[in-house]
């Protein structure tokens, strides 16, 4: 029992894994308990279990999964994350449960499935148990039959797909075992239920028993439509309204609606295999079907009578059998053999459907001729056929070829016409029968219905009665208007009898129909819905609006998408619903008229209204407003009304004012009550009368409106225009005319009758009124809106001088859109409006169409023509082309009648001549213009072959049939080009041109469209495999077209659709199905207006504005993506010149032999943005590899697609090495022409290249790092700075190849690390290279070790990421590498950062082995180089870390700023080494630190404060000096292209061959020995004096050692080294522009190699030295006086720290202070060029380093001689004034300069005897200074003594004096940082002292370091305080009153007085963002402070650390620009304003 106990404490979730089968069962029960419990749905309890149902149902213990499977059927009901699990628990189903020999298991399984589909997982659980039907189980497959069954009977054939199912059920019949075979009997009878007769073709060959048996069962099945019964989740409202029915007991509407929701789900069409029938015809079919014989003829015949007997045929070309098939037809005379015939063509039709829709046209005449046969087998065969041939065409298509067979003679064929075409519109809809084809056939039947034949006539009324039937009376009345009563009833008698389901009571020949299986097949096939749907929706009573909205989504007639199936037309009467019974109000006689409206008006009204005096009748009229306004419009008697104001005076009033209301309330009227047509007519008469009056016609104008909103625009506009014409008065007619211009804007234009207003246009651009013309004008620009060109066509009989004023409004108009409709809209159902509109857009677009006298050239196509067409000869056929031109031209517009001129025509589309092709291709551009929308006649066989030409070669060829196939998709719409499998066709020849082309032009097609034909779909397999394409373009198009088919699809079934790729591919297009998904463009919204129609055929495309074609050539342009998305409604290009244009500009490289001229990269706006952020993103892969797989490489190939040159992609990713050098080659030409091209892909460039370097071939390799180097010289000149995403997709691949075996690689490689230092920090390049020393490759990492160490040279610590200590760490690991060039590295590297970093290095090595700690101590001993801080180019990465710093203000950073960031990189690492210096307490030397920090802080903004300097400030922006960044002066593009030349030629200076240094060198020297060159070197200084002393560190380190080496080569070098400078130095101007950095470093190098013992010993090598000695004199002559000895001051104090730490000869020191000895020499003539302030600082940080102690403990005298003597000449030169320029030194106490320069005055003043006031003066300054230390600095000085362990008391008996002397000073400060503790031990230690003695004792006031508190002020009231801390007159100041002066002119400086923490820090006062922020001495004291208590060690630790921080922080804050423009002004102001207030 011990174990349950265990078990029983478990979570359930834990129980239900448990070992033991009791516990999991227990863990069941409980969960199901859970389930039942939890009400939330989302519930994150679910989620546990998501990965343990799929236990629950495959448990080994029976007992234990019954409980399973009873939780996890709870589970999948309740839990919404159920769905996730659907796979595997369905599949654990079907293999672990339906097995079990438990019938309850069984069940529960079949319960999980089914509740799985319940949760819309259906298509997962159809799949699992459609895989167990395959399971060698007999049990599971009886169960999975079984749940299919149970799945169609409760949620019915639409949830449950059932062509997968049919498919198996043959092969489940044939089963061994009976089990199995009974329950797919019993399967096979539900799946009739649902779809009936559909399911017999599929089981047609099964064995004839079981046929039989299942014949036998489904007549036992009721004949009652199946229900859903069972419903989804997202079907819940239809469950609630099965339910209530079933709570009703069902009634028969519901019924109805259901079987309409699920019975046209499958037609056994889809569920058949299509059979190939062509490649079957006998041999000699058709020479057979020529032949003499008639016997021969019928065996052609039956051979093919029996292949078409298959029920679907394979597409394919059929052209040739239909044309022999109809000449049999229309020429034999054997009408056996006719009616044969006539059967193989309904055969054919029943076979192919839709596809035979395009041959159509070609049979229909023939067989409606040869109705003339009386034999009733013939008609019975001639009426099958072409009842089958009408179901795959529509009855547009044919309705010509029908009305041309109406007139007939012959009685027979008229009679058979009619039959056939009341049979048609029976298989009609309202939208499919619109009123622009009803017009023409009822025009035509009405001949037939007054026929002396009474079988003609009888015909007659059956066809009208079924248009009557279909269409409803509301849109056949009118054609009927001249029809007796007799006849009327006769057609409505007809009407009533009329089933439009097919085949019942549908006439004779219908019945017949039945009989015959293939066609009877036929008819029922298509399913009832449409038809069904729109009988429904006439017969029943009441307004029409509300059948059809219920209706709208029921699927149209499969195959017939017409474009709203239903809902056009019944929408349509919904929409004029409200008017139907007030339309035909009949006229009321004035007598009832006044008694209606005496019971609605007051009694006085009724008797004023006739009243003699005008204030009466105005009154009655105020009256009449009132009663109208308040009355209720169900109560308004409308005609009642206007009738009474009609009444006498009625519009003849003469009052203005009485007219202007009696207007008014005819206006309320039509507004507020039903107004009828009848009660128009009343008032419009009047209305007009008044339109043209000045006060009434504004009132006349808006009653009119309200008319027209009442009853209809079209009515009331066709009233008052011909009401206008008919009067004479000018006013009235222009008025109307503008009146109606503005109403088309506001109601839209849709039901205008054109032909009307055109006739009315036409007066009034006659009339001799000019206003009127003008109105006319005017309107025709409105309609023009509308109707567009084509409306000229109407107007080109005009007079010219009226035609070009025509021309000129159309002009105007073109640019515009129409304005959607804002009226007309309020009383109609939305959904009514659309759709009626849609009818309505339809019929005005026929209206004008049809208004145009058509020109029938049937008669023109002769035969012979014909024959020329078709001729051998090329000259012929090009005859017969210009001959059809001529004649197309003459008619200008033709009716379709064209006869056998397709055919002809097709035939030249393939012709090899290709200008015939493009000739016929313009002919049938100017078929389409002529023919108009009847065009579509021709979409299948003529439009189709046009897109095949898409496919040509020639660019040209391809243009004209793109610019073909939009003229004609202009006429028709897009419906007809869409229907059917051809476009798939098409789509599917794997021919690329093809494919881009006819992509491209649905990509740009729909956009627009609001609906589509569902075949659509079947395009999508092949869209796929575009989207896979070997073409580069193909594919990109494909991407394109993508979002826009799933507009229309629908992302689910394209997902659908993926199902049959392969897996691969199937990943990759899902991926690019979302991507689409994110893209997908909203479907095009109803339209508003009638501009924006471009409905599938809906409307001619004619109709779009102009505007469209010009915004769209706006975006068609070159540009790669044309942006469809955004492209309106209306908004899609249809004039082919802009489409043209696009196609040809596009492609000009589609041809191998095709020009490559065009760019090589396209910049496609922020696509490099978007590729990183789905790199972000993760929707594409990240670039993260150890070998390139080839995802990768499609991936990239597919971005590289939109902006790559295609051939050269091609060449890129070709197999072959060759092909990828000659691409590079191509991309080193184009680098310079292409900059912007090459940076928007850099990514992707950088991402190829990557690729190459996982190449074996290395001359691909060489070419590749060859256009690498190039690269990224470009880039550094364009100031580039690679992305994140750029650097770490390429470095690492890069840093790989730094360990390639061969040396000319891998000094390549390191050459092109050293590039990208410029173009990305190298901060951020060191993780990368660190990361390369972890290769397993010793060389890479020998050679990473290496370009660390020289990262670290060239840039200093800062570079060591993520800390210098873990950096160094990761190195010194190296230190015991097996490798021994990889342990020299890496000793190499940490030398040189000791070189740069002194000693601390071992601290932040930490621990190392003996022997390796041995090793690099050795090697420190060992390496001659001496500390050097960190040189200049720290300061070039400067600008790259903080990139906002513009082009201008690096400019500005000139000599003294920028001497002075290099100097405090060294004083930053004189820092670092104070600790040697034993006057400063260890715990302190972090303040020393942060105290120089803030020093350089502030100076950085200094030159702005030396006044008599300011002036010198601006210099710099008239001449850029671009000094900071010096190895990239790209800013002085006055000479951009010389500049780019000097950076190469400087940047070879510094390489590592000696022969390309030498050249380099000698250019320069050529270019500065020529004075008008040298000129050109200005801004280039500094950048090669780095050069060059790069070039002699790398002589010293590596060639001098390099034994292979010739030593003469290094003397050559080290020649033209030291000629070309001297030349430099020679010229004054250039020598000056040296800074003080590079100054230091050039001597360092120069001192260096004049005591390199190696060079002694060349043979040459004495010559060297010599010239190496002048060449230093001349750099002291020359160079910047105040650069060189700030240089030389610095270098002494380094190489002192260096020979105090090393104790190397000292003669490197004795060398530098030879040459400031020189420069003392020199003082005298240059005294007054040298900015001594600076000088100062550099003595005084000197003498801060090396106090005199401390110098005089040197072995050497020298440098404390050398130094006094400089102080004493300075002193002596400048005398007492010298004090004046001590500025720029923040805390004057850290060093004894200014106690030292006192002496010297003082001594000079005793020797003279010359005490002159200005001493005196001075000294007493000078005191005054030394007695007067700042507050702050006393007290932190105090404070650090309380803080020591040794100076504790001492510091408290200094503050207790302190207090008692200062007694208002402020300790708080000091206090409120510190512990508890501590304070507590200052309050102690002050009481002991102050009950031990009365106050005695003197402050010393300057002793030790006091830190500088003020340093975060902003430095001018710094300054200001440090300057005038004296007063002139001498006398003590106590220290309150400073601190007041300090607060007054913080306040001036618009500084707070806050306290010293709270005040923003000085970088954000400076206001330059880009600044990091330091942090104040002041608070580090206090942080420091209350830590105080702490160990020595501890601080030694924390000094480090934060000194690494801090000095990083600095580095950064250099870079600041140390005197932008900006602030300069600011700068000028402050300064002003502080000298004021001195005064």
């Not at 209206?847 to 050239?857: G, Q």
Request: glycine letters at 6%; hydrophobic letters at 40%; proline letters at 4%.
């Amino acid at each position: 029992m011990g174990d349950d106990s265990e078990w029983m404490k478990l979570p359930i979730d834990q129980k239900c894994e448990h070992k033991l089968w009791k516990a999991r069962l227990n863990g069941y029960e409980e969960a199901l308990k859970l389930f039942q419990k939890i009400d939330d749905e989302k519930s994150p309890e679910w989620s546990k279990y998501l990965g343990l149902i799929k236990k629950f149902v495959t448990d080994s213990n029976a007992v234990a999964q019954l409980k399973g499977l009873e939780a996890a059927l709870a589970y999948v009901e309740n839990a919404h994350v159920a769905g996730k699990t659907t796979g595997e628990v369905a599949s654990g189903v079907v293999n672990k449960v339906f097995n079990q020999p438990k019938a309850r298991a069984k069940e529960l399984g079949e319960d999980i499935c089914l509740m799985y589909i319940e949760i819309e997982k259906g298509e997962a659980i159809q799949e699992e148990l459609l895989k167990g039907l395959d399971n060698k189980n007999p049990k599971i497959i009886v169960a999975c039959i079984e749940t299919l069954r149970k799945a169609l009977s409760e949620f019915g054939s639409k949830i449950i797909s059932l062509k997968p199912i049919i498919k198996v059920l043959p092969k489940l019949f044939e089963s061994r075992e009976k089990a199995v075979r009974d329950e797919a009997k019993l399967l096979a009878v539900e799946i009739y239920r649902w779809i009936r007769d559909a399911l017999r073709p599929p089981l047609q060959n099964i064995n004839s028993v079981q046929l039989k048996e299942l014949e036998e069962e489904w007549i036992k099945v009721s004949s009652a439509a199946p229900k859903q019964t069972r419903f989804l989740r997202s079907q819940q409202e239809l469950k609630a309204k099965f339910e209530q029915q079933q709570g009703l007991g069902g009634d028969a509407d519901g019924g109805d609606d259901d079987e309409e929701e699920a019975v046209p789900q499958v037609d056994a069409y889809e569920l058949l295999e299509a059979v190939e029938i062509l490649s079957k015809l006998p041999k000699d079919f058709y020479e057979k079907i020529e032949a003499k014989k008639w016997q021969e003829r019928k065996e052609a015949l039956e051979a093919v009578e029996l292949l078409v007997k298959n029920p679907k045929l394979e597409s394919g070309d059929y052209a040739d059998l239909v044309k022999a098939l109809k000449k049999v037809v229309g020429k034999d005379t054997n009408v056996m053999l006719v009616a044969l015939a006539a059967k193989c063509l309904a055969g054919l039709a029943t076979g192919l459907r839709k596809k035979f829709g395009q041959y159509a046209g070609h049979v229909v005449p023939t067989i409606l001729e040869k109705f003339k046969e009386k034999k009733p087998q013939v008609v019975q065969a001639l009426q099958e056929a072409i009842d089958a041939i009408f179901l795959t065409t529509t009855l547009q298509n044919i309705s010509e070829d029908i009305l041309a067979v109406m007139d007939n003679k012959n009685p027979t064929i008229k009679q058979q016409t009619s039959l056939f075409i009341a049979r048609s519109f029976r298989h009609c809809t309202p939208s499919t029968l619109p009123k622009s084809l009803l017009k023409p056939f009822c025009a035509a039947l009405l001949k037939h219905i007054n026929d002396s034949a009474p079988e003609v006539r009888d015909a007659g009324f059956e066809a009208l009665g079924t248009a009557l039937k279909v269409a409803g009376e509301k849109a056949v009345n009118p054609f009927l208007a001249d029809v007796d009563k007799l006849k009327l009833d006769r057609i409505k008698e007809c009407a009533e009898k009329v089933e439009l389901v097919y085949g019942k009571k549908a006439g004779g020949a219908a019945e017949k129909k039945e009989g015959k299986p293939v066609a009877g097949k036929t008819a029922v096939l298509p399913g009832p819905a449409g038809d069904k749907e729109t009988k429904d929706a006439v017969t029943k009573p009441g307004p029409l609006k509300k059948p059809s909205a219920v209706k709208a989504g029921a699927p149209p007639k499969k195959g017939k998408p017409a474009t709203a199936a239903g809902t056009g037309g019944a929408g349509a009467k919904g929409k004029k619903g409200p008017e139907t019974k007030e339309i035909f109000e009949s006229e009321l006689s004035i007598e009832v008229c006044e008694e209606k409206a005496a019971a609605v008006l007051p009694a006085s009204c009724i008797q004023q209204l006739d009243s003699g005096n005008w204030k009466e009748r105005l009154a009655c009229m105020e009256e009449f407003q009132k009663a109208v306004e308040l009355m209720e419009r169900s109560e308004m008697p409308c005609q009642a009304l206007v009738r009474m104001l009609a009444k006498k005076p009625g519009w003849k009033e003469t009052n203005f004012q009485v007219m202007q209301m009696k207007l008014h309330i005819v206006a309320l009227i039509a507004q507020k009550g039903n107004f009828s047509k009848t009660s128009a007519q009343v008032v419009l008469d009047g209305l007009v009368d008044k339109v043209g009056d000045v006060k009434c016609g504004t009132n006349a104008k808006e009653a009119m409106t309200a008319i027209a909103e009442a009853c209809q625009l079209p009515w009331t506009a066709e009233q008052l225009v011909a009401m206008a014409f008919s009067q004479k008065n000018p006013k009235n007619q222009s008025e109307t005319l503008n009146w109606l211009a503005n109403a088309i804007k506001e109601f839209g234009f849709s039901g205008l009758n054109v032909k009307a207003f055109i006739s009315n246009v036409k007066t009034a651009l006659a009339a001799t009124n000019p206003a009127v013309r003008t109105s006319a004008i005017t309107l025709l620009g409105v309609m023009y809106l509308y109707v567009g060109p084509s409306l000229r066509m109407f107007f080109e009989d005009e007079k010219p001088a009226l035609l070009s004023q025509i021309d000129a409004e159309f002009e105007k108009m073109q640019g515009q859109t129409a304005p959607a409709p804002t009226r007309g809209i309020s009383r109609h159902s939305v959904g009514g409006v659309d759709d009626g509109e849609e009818e309505e857009q339809e019929e005005v677009g026929n209206d004008v169409v049809d208004l145009l006298p058509r020109t029938d050239i049937g008669d023109k196509i002769t035969a012979e023509l014909v024959s020329k067409i078709g001729d051998k000869n090329w000259k012929i056929r090009k005859e017969g082309l210009d001959e059809v031109t001529s004649i197309i031209n003459e008619a200008k517009f033709i009716q379709p009648n064209i006869g056998e001129l397709p055919a002809a025509l097709k035939g030249r589309l393939n012709d090899s001549n290709k200008i015939l092709v493009q000739q016929t291709l313009s002919i049938l551009q100017q078929l389409a213009t002529a023919m108009g929308p009847n065009i579509k006649l021709y979409v299948k066989n003529l439009g189709i072959p046009v897109i095949t030409v898409l496919g040509d070669s020639k660019n040209n060829v391809r243009a004209a049939a793109l610019a073909t196939v939009n003229a004609w998709a202009e006429q028709t719409g897009m419906k007809e080009w869409l229907e059917g499998e051809d476009l798939s066709e098409e789509l599917k020849k794997e021919n690329p041109f093809l494919r881009q082309e006819l992509l491209g032009w649905l990509a740009e097609k729909l956009p627009a469209l609001r609906s589509v034909p569902s075949d659509l779909l079947l395009c999508v397999p092949h869209l796929y495999s575009c989207l896979e394409d070997r073409n580069g373009d193909v594919r990109k198009k494909a991407q394109d077209a993508l979002p826009f088919f799933m507009m229309h699809l629908g992302f689910e079934k394209m997902a659908k659709a993926t199902g049959k790729l392969k897996p691969t591919s199937k990943d990759q297009v899902l991926a690019m199905l979302e991507k689409a998904k994110a893209n997908m463009p909203a479907k095009p919204a109803p339209p508003a207006k009638a501009s924006s129609r471009v409905v599938g055929g809906a409307a001619p495309a004619k109709f779009q504005p102009a505007s469209a074609f010009a915004d769209d050539l706006g975006s068609n342009t070159i540009e790669s993506k044309p942006d469809l998305k955004k492209v309106k409604v209306g908004g899609l290009s249809s004039k082919t010149k802009g489409v043209q244009g696009k196609k040809v500009l596009s492609k000009p490289n589609l041809k191998e032999d095709d020009d490559k001229s065009g760019p090589i990269f396209i910049i496609v706006p922020n696509g490099k943005e978007q590729r990183m952020k789905e790199e972000k993103a993760l929707k594409v892969l990240k670039w993260n590899f150890t070998t390139p797989r080839d995802e990768y490489i499609e991936q990239l190939k597919t971005q590289m697609s939109t902006c790559v040159a295609k051939w050269l992609q091609d060449e890129m990713f070709h197999a072959d090495f060759q092909h990828h050098n000659k691409a590079l080659t191509v991309m080193i030409e184009h680098l310079e022409s292409e900059k912007d091209g090459v940076i928007s892909c850099l990514d992707l460039i950088l991402k190829w290249l990557t690729l190459r370097f996982f190449d074996t071939n290395t001359s691909v390799l060489m070419k590749t790092l060859e256009y690498l180097k190039l690269l990224f010289n470009l880039l550094s000149q364009e100031e580039y700075h690679l992305t994140e995403n750029e650097a770490s997709s390429f470095i690492p691949y890069l840093i790989l190849k730094v360990g390639e075996p061969k040396d000319v690689i891998r000094k390549d490689v390191r050459a092109i690390l050293n590039r990208m230092c410029l173009i990305y920090p190298a901060s951020k390049m060191f993780p990368f290279i660190m990361e390369g020393t972890k290769s397993k490759n010793s060389k890479q990492r020998a050679e990473c070790l290496e370009e660390l160490g020289c990262l670290v040279e060239s840039y200093g610590m800062n570079v060591c990421q993520p800390t210098p200590g873990k950096a160094l760490k990761e190195m010194a690991t190296h230190i015991g590498d097996r490798d021994n060039t990889v342990r020299n590295a890496a000793l190499n590297t940490i030398v040189t950062v000791y070189n740069v970093h002194g000693d601390q290095v071992f601290k932040l090595i930490g621990n190392l082995s003996e022997k390796d700690m041995s090793m690099l101590e050795e090697r420190i001993k060992r390496s001659a180089k001496r500390p050097s801080s960190a040189p200049v180019r720290q300061a070039e990465e400067k600008p790259q870390r903080t990139q906002s710093i513009n082009a201008n203000a690096s400019m500005m950073r000139k000599g003294q700023a920028e001497d002075m960031s290099s100097k405090l990189n060294q004083n930053r690492n004189v820092g670092s080494h104070s600790e040697t210096t034993h006057t400063v307490p260890r715990e302190f030397q972090l303040d020393l630190d942060e105290i120089e920090n803030d020093n350089g802080t502030v100076r950085c903004e200094m030159p702005a404060l030396v006044q008599h300097k300011l002036d010198d400030i601006f210099e710099p922006v008239l001449i850029p000096e671009p000094k900071i960044r010096a190895v990239s002066p790209h800013f002085d593009d006055m000479h951009s292209n010389t500049a780019s030349t000097i950076n190469f030629v400087i940047s070879q200076v510094a390489s590592g061959d000696i022969n390309t240094s030498i050249q380099a060198l000698t250019q320069i020297d050529e270019v500065l020995k020529q004075e008008d060159k040298a000129e050109a070197m200005s801004g280039h200084i500094d950048q090669f004096l780095i050069a060059t002393f790069m070039q002699l560190r790398l002589i010293y380190n590596t060639h001098m050692a390099d034994e292979k080496l010739d030593k003469d080569e290094i003397v050559r070098l080290y020649s033209c080294i030291i000629g070309s400078m001297i030349t430099l130095f020679q010229i004054e101007s250039l020598a000056r522009e040296a800074s003080t950095g590079v100054l230091k470093d050039l001597m360092h190098g120069l001192i260096t190699l004049m005591l390199d013992s190696r060079v002694e010993d060349l043979e040459e090598g004495e010559q060297v030295i010599r010239s190496v000695n002048l060449l230093v004199v001349k750099v002291l002559e020359k160079s910047d006086q105040t650069n060189i000895l700030s240089a030389l001051l610095v270098l002494l104090q380094d190489s002192l720290l260096a020979t105090a730490n090393l104790e190397v000869a000292p003669k490197f020191s004795e060398l530098v202070m030879k040459c400031l000895w020189r420069m003392v020499r020199l003082l005298p003539e240059t005294i007054n060029s040298i900015n001594l302030d600076r000088i100062l600082l550099d003595i005084h940080i000197f003498m801060k380093v090396f106090p005199k102690e401390k110098l005089k403990q040197c072995k050497s005298e020298f440098p404390i001689r050398t130094l006094k003597t400089l102080l004493h000449t300075l002193c002596k030169l400048k005398g007492p004034k010298i004090l004046d320029h001590l500025t720029m030194i923040d805390n004057k106490n850290e060093s004894e300069l200014e106690a030292h320069l006192c002496r010297v005055m003082k001594h000079s003043m005793d020797q003279t005897g010359k005490a002159d006031k200005d001493t005196e003066k001075g000294a007493s300054r000078i005191e005054e200074k030394a007695s007067k230390a700042k507050v702050n600095d006393i007290l932190a000085e105090i404070f650090k003594k309380i803080g020591s362990k040794e100076n504790t008391k001492e510091g408290l008996a200094e503050l207790y004096e302190y207090k008692k002397k200062y007694s208002d000073a402020d300790i708080e400060p000091f206090l409120k940082n510190s512990s508890q503790f501590f304070q507590s031990y200052v309050e102690r230690g002050l009481r002991l002292i102050e009950t031990e003695r009365e106050g005695k004792g003197r402050i010393a006031t300057s002793t030790g370091i006091s830190p500088q508190v003020e340093g975060t002020c902003v430095p001018v009231s710094t300054h200001t305080v440090s300057s005038s801390i004296g007063n002139t007159n001498g006398e003590e100041v106590g220290p309150s009153v400073y601190l007041e002066r300090l607060k007054i002119l913080r306040q001036r400086c618009g500084l707070d007085n806050a306290k010293q923490e709270d005040r923003p820090p000085l970088t954000s006062l400076l206001s330059k963002p880009t600044l990091p922020t330091v942090a104040s001495s002041t608070d580090m004291l206090h942080s420091k402070l209350s830590q105080l208590r702490e160990s020595r060690e501890q601080y030694q630790h924390l000094d480090l650390d934060s000194n690494q921080t801090h000095s990083s922080g600095i580095g950064t804050t250099l870079a600041s620009p140390s005197s932008a423009a900006a602030n300069i002004d600011d700068l000028k102001k402050r300064l002003e304003r502080i000298k004021s207030s001195r005064k």
